[in-house]
Each structure stands twice: as structure tokens, then as C-alpha cells.
């Protein structure tokens, strides 16, 4: 039983409690501290207590008081297994003394720091009985009041956040920074910005959001010297980083996180974060140090749960190093905890790395146990949703080694089940680069049976989803595979039964996608160019050319080339654009089509299409936008009759500032 589990269990209502039965600060010095609290000079404050209580003698309420700025001062500062400690034990001379605000303080404390802790469950029962003790004792209006309802909103909030409960956590988030802006307390301004941002990053996840609020927190933590929130934020930041894909600069954030806090925590947390990025940056040996530096962390803090996922990091760097000797050790040590501790969490993390080690060996029998302790993690899925993508990844790349060594295309089903498993949970958590990834790998799948329109439309699909919640490197990325299909489509067409399951896996790079997604690896240089511009076309939904408008002389893009274009416009809208399709290869030049009712709009170039994308999207908006082009542009669909340049004022300028000058401002990949 934990220390906590006999704490706050009291009907509060059988205390004969009255509203003047309150411990109140006198000493001023003891008000010197909590003033220090409000400025946010933590450190400060706990020195003025240490002081006095080494050369004084309190009273009881005069103690319960200390107990609680000190433990108010260590949560801030984020040392919550201390900030527990010392609210406890206020907690406990409220009890005796029936002091009112004592227990609805210590109860609050204790609260946010079993939230941060890991206990929800204990910390909203906490939470619970000092909100209804709180109603009973103060009014609404009183300042006392509000300060305490806006420290447990936002604790509330930060509940729901390690929940996943996005919509209630920015709810009380938001009602928190509410009631904080009207009593103008800075830390709780601040704390609540925070939470919005790190709703906004890991749950929600509206990136441009979570900046806007984690910048504004970090505002006023920087203005008060708030050092724990300011490293919090620094850490939110390189995340939103990292999840865009931003590798470099996400390891600077979490660089100067590192030299803004002592926390062991919060120094751990980040120990692992930089481990992660140098995983995905493809530097294994300094993933590894890291990883190390934080289990050192992690069994001097004694949490289980961050203590065996640590470990489990570290195998599954050790896999991939092949380094299964020290891999294995690792795996013993991992056992020896489980064993100690009955934690089914960290059992599954067990089962887990044993089944990435199993999975090494050439022998059919162990890479068959393997199989089988994926499929049961697969099923227990509820227990960690991160290890259950994991294991359907792994599992997926076992069925990938025995589909290229048996052709029995059975298999093909099987992984279906997989990938559909994969994009629910992805769904589910707002794992928004497993399922653009997953959706990548279901189009490479596609492949294997030749099924190229398929494998096109989920192409389409993954590009879509990354470019919608800002990921804009592995957007990059994919419109550069889309490409090159493109390019290799008359050799995948030529393969027809000719070809063995083993050479479509090979050209279809299977395996360095399950590898990609094993340790989420990042892009740092994709070489994307700027493609040369050739000719844009306004197509009405008959197929009748509106206007036309050419960035090259007629001699080089050929006319026999662009009447043979024309003729073939219905084929094109009726059998690419119309099945999801966004581009289209014409002889040496790639087609981009938007629609728009009641006009197709055509942009045909040389060169990479990430860019071209989002010129031919910001030049649709621009006529729908542009009242007097949009009106033109109707007015002779009506008429039947053709367009020039000429015919429509500021259209010229509109062509230059986004093909020719390319002034405008785009994602870069």
C-alpha cells in the first residue's frame, strides 16, 4: 500500500468544522515567505523556512502553515515527491487541529503532486474533497476562494491531459486561466498557457496552437523567473519541433530544457527525449548515452514505470545496433524488476524487448515465439497503446521476412489485418505520424499484387494527412515517393505475374519502411527543388479549355505535345483526377489538377511536385478569393468564351508573385 492510500479518507462533514477554524499567518517572516511564493522566488522562500524553523518554535497552526508554502514552493519548483511529503504531514495537523484551510490546502497540494506523480485516480479524489470542503467554508467572491478553485481546475486539467482526455483538459485548462487572469496570479497564468500547450502538442495535437500558448507561457515564466515552467516549455517546444519533423532544432530545445532545471525528473524526461531524437537522427551511439544518463536518473527516482520503459529504450537500440549479447543483459535486468515489482505495465514492457531480441535469431523457433508474444501484446492492446504499435509494426516485418521466404501470398491478408489495426489505434491516440507512415506502408503493400492505383490513392492519402497537421517533412518525403512511382509506373506495369513476391518487396523499399517506422526515424535533407513552371490551364467541368497561360516559349514545351494534352483532357479528369488522384505524368512533364466548381485547374511543370502543390493550391484560392477574377472568370463560363491575361486586371501580377518571382511563403520540406 502506498503512503497516500490513508490520507484524505476523512467525511470531512463529521468534523464539526466552522469557517473561523482556519490557521492564520502572524509571524512575518512566515508572510515574508509566502509573499516570496507570489514572486516567484521558490528557492528564496524555503531558505527563509529552514531559517526560522531552526531558531524558532511555532505553534501548530503556525506549522501547518509551513508545512504548506514549503510543499507549495517544491511543486512549483517540481519536486513532487518532496512537495508530497511536506503536504502530508500538513494534511495531518489540519486533521488533529481541524483546521479548515489546512486541509483544503494540504489536500490540494498533495493532489498536484500525486497528478504529476502518476496516482490520477487518488490525486481527483483529493481533489474532490478540498473542492467540496472549499464550497462549504468560503464564498465565490472571496479572493481565497478563487485562488484555490483556479489550482484545482487547472490540476483537473492536467489530469485529463495524462489521461488523453483532450476536450476536457483544455475545458478546465481554459476555465483555469480564466479565473487566473482575473486574480492576476502570474505562476497559475503561466501554468495554464502550459497546459494548453502541451493539450495542444501531445493530445490535440493543433501544433500551430500549441506554439501560440507555450509561447505565451513561456513569456511570463522568463518575465517571474519561473525556471521549472521555463524548462517545461523549452521541452514542449522542441517537441512540437521534433513531431514536425524539425530534428535539429528540437535537440536545441531540449539542449537548454537541460540547463534550466536540477529536477531528476525532469532531467530524466529529457535525457530520454534527446535520446529519441539521436535514435531518429540515426546516431545510435549517442541515442544510447543518453538513454543511459537517464536510466542512472531513473533508479535513483524509484518509479517503476519510467525505470522499465528506460530500459526498454535501451534494448531496442541494441537491436537495432545488433549489439543482442549486451541486448540480452539488459533484457535480464528488465526481468529481475518485473519479477520484483508485479507491474503488469512493466511486464508487457518485458514481453515486448523479449520478443525484439527473439526476433534477431535466424532459427525458425525462436523468430515463431517472437510471432507469438507480438500477437498476445497485440491483444492485451488496452495495457500501452505505444507498445501495441510497436508490436504490430514488428510483427508486420516478421510476416514481411516470411512472405519473401515462403511467396505464399496468403500472408497478404494477414498484414491487411495488422495495418487496419494499426490506423485505428493511430486514430484513436492522434498518432498522427504513425498513421501517415502506416498509410505509406499500405500503399507499398498495395505493390506487391500490382494494384498501382491503390498504392497511388493512399500516397495521395498519407501526403494529405502529414501536410494537415504539419508535418511537413515527411510531407516532403512522400510527394517525393509519389514521384518517383510516377516516374517507375511503366516498369511496375511491365511486371504484370513475371516478377517474384522477393523483387516487388525490393523495389517497393518494404523493408526500409518498417525500419522508419521501428524507430521513427526523421528526415533532415530531402534535396526538394523548385520545379520549373510550363503552363497553367482553367478547364471548365466539360473539358473546355477557359485559358491558358504559358511560362515557356511554345518551341519547348511542343504544341503537338499540348494539343495532344487537350485531346486527352477527359481521360485525364475522368480517370486520375476523378479517383483521388492529384498529378499525373505527361511525357516528360508532371500534371497537378485542383477543382474548384466549375473549373479544373491545371498546372503542368518539370521537377519535384511538393512546391507545385502548394503553388497551384495558394493560386485556386487566390481565384476564389479575388472577387473581381472569380466574377470574370463566371461571367464568361456563362458565355462560353475564352480568357487572356489581359482580360482581367491584377491577373498578370497574380502569375508572377507565385510562379515566376515565387514571392509567396510556402512549408518547406
Not at 508545512?67 to 511529503?85: C, H, P, W, Y
Not at 523483387?503 to 535533407?525: H, S, V
Amino acid at each position: 500500500m502506498n503512503d497516500q492510500d490513508n490520507l484524505g479518507n476523512e467525511d470531512y462533514k463529521d468534523l464539526g468544522i466552522k469557517g473561523n477554524q482556519t490557521s492564520q499567518i502572524i509571524d512575518l517572516e512566515l508572510i515574508e515567505a509566502q509573499k516570496l511564493i507570489e514572486e516567484g522566488k521558490f528557492e528564496k522562500s524555503l531558505s527563509i523556512l529552514k531559517n526560522n524553523q531552526e531558531s524558532k518554535v511555532f505553534t501548530e497552526f503556525e506549522e501547518i502553515n509551513i508545512n504548506v508554502i514549503r510543499s507549495t514552493a517544491l511543486l512549483r519548483m517540481g519536486d513532487f515527491q518532496e512537495a508530497f511529503k511536506y503536504a502530508r504531514k500538513a494534511n495531518e495537523l489540519s486533521q488533529i487541529k481541524e483546521d479548515s484551510q489546512g486541509i483544503i490546502d494540504s489536500l490540494i497540494n498533495m493532489a498536484m503532486a500525486l497528478c504529476n506523480l502518476g496516482d490520477l485516480d487518488k490525486s481527483d479524489e483529493f481533489l474532490n474533497k478540498s473542492e467540496d470542503l472549499l464550497r462549504r467554508i468560503y464564498s465565490k467572491s472571496d479572493l481565497e476562494y478563487q485562488k484555490r478553485e483556479a489550482i484545482i481546475i487547472l490540476t483537473k486539467g492536467h489530469i485529463n491531459f495524462y489521461r488523453g482526455n483532450a476536450e476536457e483538459g483544455i475545458k478546465y485548462s481554459q476555465k483555469g486561466l480564466e479565473i487566473s487572469k482575473k486574480i492576476d496570479d502570474k505562476f497559475l497564468i503561466a501554468k495554464a498557457y502550459f497546459l494548453l500547450g502541451i493539450l495542444n502538442t501531445y493530445v490535440d495535437f493543433d501544433l500551430d496552437l500549441a506554439t501560440k500558448y507555450t509561447n505565451r507561457s513561456q513569456k511570463i515564466a522568463e518575465e517571474w523567473q519561473f525556471d521549472f515552467l521555463i524548462a517545461l516549455n523549452l521541452v514542449t517546444l522542441g517537441s512540437i519541433e521534433l513531431l514536425g519533423g524539425n530534428l535539429d532544432q528540437g535537440l536545441k530545445y531540449h539542449e537548454q530544457a537541460l540547463s534550466k532545471t536540477s529536477l531528476k525528473y525532469l532531467r530524466l524526461a529529457i535525457y530520454n527525449n534527446i535520446g529519441n531524437i539521436f535514435s531518429q537522427k540515426g546516431d545510435l551511439e549517442n541515442a544510447l548515452k543518453y538513454l543511459k544518463k537517464g536510466l542512472n536518473l531513473a533508479k535513483e527516482v524509484k518509479n517503476t514505470y519510467i525505470l522499465t520503459s528506460t530500459i526498454g529504450s535501451i534494448i531496442e537500440i541494441l537491436v537495432i545496433m545488433d549489439e543482442i549479447e549486451e541486448a540480452e543483459n539488459y533484457l535480464l535486468k528488465l526481468k529481475e524488476i518485473c519479477e520484483k515489482d508485479k507491474n503488469e505495465v512493466a511486464d508487457n514492457q518485458y514481453l515486448l524487448c523479449k520478443a525484439l531480441v527473439l526476433k534477431t535469431s535466424p532459427r525458425i523457433q525462436k523468430r515463431a515465439k517472437a510471432q507469438k508474444i507480438l500477437e498476445q501484446i497485440i491483444q492485451e492492446g488496452a495495457l500501452s497503446g505505444e507498445n501495441t504499435i510497436k508490436a504490430l509494426i514488428n510483427l508486420s516485418e516478421l510476416l514481411i521476412d516470411e512472405l519473401r521466404m515462403t511467396n505464399n501470398i496468403e500472408i497478404l491478408n494477414e498484414l491487411d489485418l495488422l495495418i487496419s489495426q494499426l490506423l485505428n489505434i493511430a486514430k484513436k491516440r492522434n498518432s498522427f505520424w504513425i498513421l501517415t507512415e502506416t498509410y505509406l506502408l499500405q500503399a507499398k503493400l498495395s505493390l506487391l499484387t500490382l494494384d498501382l492505383k491503390k498504392s497511388r490513392k493512399l500516397i495521395a492519402k498519407a501526403q494529405q494527412t502529414a501536410e494537415k497537421h504539419g508535418l511537413n517533412l515527411l510531407a516532403g518525403k512522400i510527394s517525393l515517393e509519389h514521384d518517383k512511382l510516377l516516374k517507375e509506373l511503366h516498369l511496375w506495369e511491365s511486371l504484370e505475374e513475371s516478377a517474384t513476391i522477393q523483387e516487388r518487396i525490393k523495389l517497393a523499399n518494404l523493408t526500409e519502411q518498417l525500419e522508419n517506422m521501428q524507430i521513427k526515424r526523421g528526415i533532415e535533407d530531402l534535396n526538394l527543388s523548385e520545379e520549373q513552371p510550363v503552363n497553367i490551364l482553367i478547364i471548365t467541368e466539360g473539358g473546355n479549355p477557359l485559358f491558358s497561360y504559358s511560362f515557356v516559349e511554345e518551341n519547348i514545351f511542343e504544341s503537338h505535345l499540348f494539343g495532344g494534352f487537350l485531346t486527352t483532357i477527359d481521360y485525364f479528369i475522368k480517370e486520375v483526377f476523378s479517383e483521388g488522384l492529384d498529378r499525373a505524368i505527361f511525357g516528360d512533364y508532371t500534371l497537378l489538377m485542383e477543382f474548384i466548381a466549375p473549373f479544373y485547374i491545371v498546372y503542368i511543370f518539370r521537377g519535384d511536385s511538393f512546391y507545385a502543390l502548394q503553388r497551384l493550391t495558394y493560386f485556386t484560392n487566390s481565384l476564389k478569393n479575388e472577387n473581381s477574377i472569380w466574377k470574370t472568370l463566371i461571367k464568361n463560363f456563362e458565355f462560353n468564351k475564352s480568357l487572356k491575361l489581359d482580360d482581367i486586371p491584377n491577373f498578370e501580377r497574380l502569375f508572377k508573385d507565385i510562379f515566376i518571382e515565387k514571392s509567396i511563403i510556402l512549408r518547406k520540406g
